[in-house]
């Protein structure tokens, strides 16, 4: 039974690990793109930094910021599906 939660703890940490890097790319991708649709276009109302502040804000609260989550609940799903079959089968 130990050897399930030991396992079930590195499973989470390698999955948080997963989610961090992820995260971090993901940003760093948004941010570049931000800067390249800025560069692109014209904007004389606002400085670049204020611009790419404000698309990094909206997308703090987008869908595919919420999308990563499913690093741990896909994962962690399936583990349970298959401990559940190994149980009762």
Known sequence: MF????????????????YVVLSQYSRWNHRKTLEADYDATDHVDENREEFVAEGMSRYEHSLSKRLLLGVFVLPIAIVAVLLLIAYYM
């Open 3 to 18: 050897i399930w939660v030991f396992r079930l703890m590195v499973l989470f940490a390698i999955l948080t690990l997963i």
